[in-house]
């Protein structure tokens, strides 16, 4: 398809052509979920009850590791179908079989919605955004470091922090703000404050919008103007 055919092709043609992929199927949710469980947690019983470094302990490490690592990431699907009550059950069932037990509820990702948002999308208030390839290197290793401190991170909030908050509406209110949910760094904005953002209130993608339907590789100076992603230095996008 040539660049002119691409240029002359809504976006919003190209959605309804597809619209009826983006209607989530319950069952194979439910299937999904209670498949990857029972690999999930079998693996990690047998890999309790192997002698230490056996083929079987070590086999199971992984296949356990790789099933949790894609139950975690159902937390994804859950902010964005958290309004479809067809799947209301199904982000019950995760927080107790899932979420809970490891310590991440699915609360814990509900202003992601906010990286959706073009008032948010690419600037300090994008809770998704961080630019290591604009930084030195160094930006990358603290970033890695990560992996091996939010488990303490996780652990301090529940049994520390939490019931700490209990003791003042006002305390609990901040450790809900900024203990319970990503937020970029450096970000100094409440997550209740992005969440709040309403559909309604979001800035029209007019100029992302023009570059895909331009059909060209880049963006043009004008729509890097109007919609500079990745401009880390902004707060919010030029109005």
Known sequence: MSDQANASFPLAEMRGIVHDLFQP?????????????????????????????????????????????????????IAHLHSKRSLQSFQVAWD??????TLMPSYFFHTYMSHHNTNHF????????????????????FFMCQIFLQPLFVVFRHTVVTPISFLHPTLRQWVLENFSTR???GS???????????????????????????GSAEPTQE?????????WNRETPPS
């Not at 079987?56 to 356990?64: E, N, P, R, T």
């Not at 107790?96 to 037990?101: A, D, Y």
């Not at 930084?135 to 290793?141: A, K, S």
């Not at 729509?223 to 401009?231: I, P």
């Open 25 to 77: 199927n319950p069952r194979f949710y439910w299937a999904d979920l209670l498949i990857t469980l029972t690999i999930a947690y079998g693996c990690a019983g047998v890999y309790f009850l192997s002698p230490l470094f056996s083929p079987q302990q070590i086999i199971c490490l992984f296949v356990s590791g790789f099933a949790l690592h894609r139950l975690a990431n159902y937390i994804h699907e």
């Open 96 to 101: 107790v079989l899932v979420g809970i037990p």
């Open 122 to 141: 690419g600037t300090r208030s994008d809770c998704e955004y961080v630019p290591l390839g604009r930084g030195p290197l160094r930006n990358i290793g």
């Open 183 to 185: 937020q970029a760094a």
């Open 188 to 214: 100094l904005q409440p997550a209740a404050e992005l969440a709040g953002h309403s559909k309604t209130a979001v800035r029209p993608a007019a100029p992302r919008t023009a570059f895909l339907n331009s």
């Open 223 to 231: 729509m890097a103007g109007e919609w500079a992603v990745g401009d």
